[in-house]
């Protein structure tokens, strides 16, 4: 099928430096006070906006996710002070229910470029399979408009930094889409460790643990993914091993390495962007390993679709220079898993449900006392919440719950744990320079597209 969109040009280092200039990497001590990838550090184009202005939303990538957001923003936008104007997919029929479901005169593109053309939208929701991430975030805030970027927020690490530095260039408010985030039981971990209530930080845990019988990711593919319905060829965009046609990829991409990490990309940053926003000051990896396989084969179980190249368990540890470990779980073929806890050399955190447990240990009971915070709000995985706060930080300039620091940092443990498990080492990682390393001091450069076979 022709298309009248322009293709991608140049190469992938051309497109990361024309998308924003390279900067050094220094830690920050304090998430919320002194950020690397601070907000409105940069004058950037568009429009200023007011504390009680409304704020004008586009979204680009309107399937499953990106309808959520689509239907949460409507339903609240006299709260929030916002309009949808418009929405941009490479599906016509996808495009086509967006603008339906947001009514008025929503305008629909099939280009991001085209809708991020629109001088009036401030802020646009990214909500596309996740190597488009990069590509529409950098643009978008190029362009002048704050993003919310669901996650992963990259597919790949190089990506990570390039949109970190431009979120530093241009200014703009970035949110990563970690809906747990907003749940008020991690901001009062944060606030106990930063007061120094557990100790120095020992060992974090957690895990995202679902049981599919007929293979998780294995959506329904609908009768109209056609040629003539989808740009299939831009969809696959920077992708090394592109294919003919395929709803399976399309509809079921989360399965298959060229688009998606699997676990670690999908359910791992719901529980990483959390604890490590929790620990109050998230520091990058300086150590990751991590751990798979795929010995269940749940997906013979639907028939007509292929085996999925991602593992259906995965197990990722990682270190910090604080002297922090982090270990988190997922599968899709075991559901029952780890609690939330942060232990500190004097005392433990249990996170569960609107409370936080706060558990001495033994040599420190007489000088921690047990505490119980309940009902803590909001809790749960509010999508609602974390577009409000960003709506909010737009107009204030403050950082979002899943800011740019938080956001970079747990992306390198994603990537870096992708790395170990898909090239079977440990990696030691300099984030002064950005080098990675084997245990054996064997530099390798992160993985990209056309790396490896399956990129």
Known sequence: MKTNIAPLSGTRREFIKKATTAAAVVATTNLFKTPVYGQNQAPSPGSVIGANNRIVVGHIGVGGQGMSHVKSQKDHAGENNIVQAAVCDLSKT??????AAIGNDCEGFADHRKLLERKDIDAVTIATVDHWHAHCAMDAMNAGKHVYVEKPMTRY????????????NTGKVLQIGSQICSDATWHKAAELIKAGKIGPLVLAQDSYMRNNPNGEWNYPIKSWCTPEDLDWQRWQGEVHRKTDFNPDAYFRWRKYYPYCAGLLGDLMP??????????????????VVSLGNKKIHTDRNTPGTPERDVPEQ????????SGLNILVTSSTISQIGLPSVIRGHKATLYMGGDRVELNPEPPFSDEIDPQVFEHLQPSGQKIEA?????????????????NIDLAVRVQTVISLAEMSQRLNIMCLFDEKTRKITTGEGREIKPITYGTLTLS
């Not at 996808?94 to 603008?99: C, H, L, V």
């Not at 690490?157 to 530093?168: H, N, P, Q, S, Y």
């Open 94 to 99: 996808r495009t086509q229910e967006a603008k």
């Open 157 to 168: 690490l190089d990506e990570a930094f390039a949109i970190g530095d431009t979120v530093k």
């Open 270 to 287: 719901h529980r990483l962007h959390p604890l490590m926003l929790a620990t109050g000051s998230p520091e990058f990896p300086i150590r």
């Open 314 to 321: 995965v197990q990722l540890i990682a270190e910090f220079p």
């Open 386 to 402: 974390m577009e409000k706060n960003w709506f909010d930080c737009i107009r204030s300039g403050q950082q979002p719950y899943g």
